[in-house]
């Protein structure tokens, strides 16, 4: 059977657990998978561009971000933003408002110091969550396309979580372990190179 959508997801999920009244739960499960993933998963195609308008000390973060990649204005040259703590950015909000050089993440929003005196465009390329299948239906997303059994083992894991079923649990975990693993790994081959591609002394 194939598993491309939140429907089959949720289909696959009630086979492997052998339980066909967990209807109302497997969203939950799906939904605690996601969360799990979202913490670990970092693969190139989580990787999103904006053009990211600097209006203020405070910018609301972009929808499913995670992390950030890259962070520059749009000036000639460019210029990098670097990261520093809050408490540490702090030091560098000098009176009056300058050319933002510093960022840092404050709740739901990024922090800029100096505090822009314009608006001022960014490119901003930064870790996305995938969009959410729990709902199931025709729900996809990318990560569900290419990589079904992981989401597969991890909404089991948290299933046989509920069920209290510790072979089950300590099985799903070792499936997810794995192909989390793999997925990784292709995420860092696909960057890099495969070992083909190597350079070799000589």
Request: with cysteine; glycine share 6%; proline share 8%.
């Amino acid at each position: 059977m194939a598993i491309s959508t939140g429907a089959e997801l949720a289909t696959a999920v009630a086979n492997f657990l052998a339980r066909a009244d967990l209807t109302s739960r497997i969203p939950e499960f799906v939904a605690l998978a996601e969360a799990k993933l979202n913490r670990k998963l970092r693969t190139p195609e989580m990787e999103t561009k904006v053009t990211f308008p600097i209006t203020g000390e405070y910018v609301p973060l972009p929808t499913g971000f995670l992390e950030v990649r890259s962070f520059y204005l749009d000036s000639d040259p460019f210029t990098a933003l670097s990261y520093l703590p809050p408490d540490t950015q702090t030091g560098y909000l000098i009176a009056g408002s300058s050319i933002p050089a510093y960022f840092s993440i404050v709740g739901t929003n990024f922090r800029f110091a100096p505090v822009p005196s314009a608006t001022y465009n960014a490119t901003l390329i930064y870790y996305a969550a995938p969009p959410s299948v729990k709902t199931g239906g025709s729900a996809t997303n990318w990560l569900l396309t290419a990589h079904p059994d992981l989401y597969l083992w991890a909404s089991c894991y948290w299933g046989a979580v509920y069920l209290q079923d510790e072979v089950k649990a300590s099985a799903s975990k070792g499936l997810y372990d794995e192909a989390l693993a793999e997925v990784m790994t292709l995420g860092r081959r696909t960057r890099w190179g495969g070992p083909s591609m190597a350079m070799r002394p000589g």
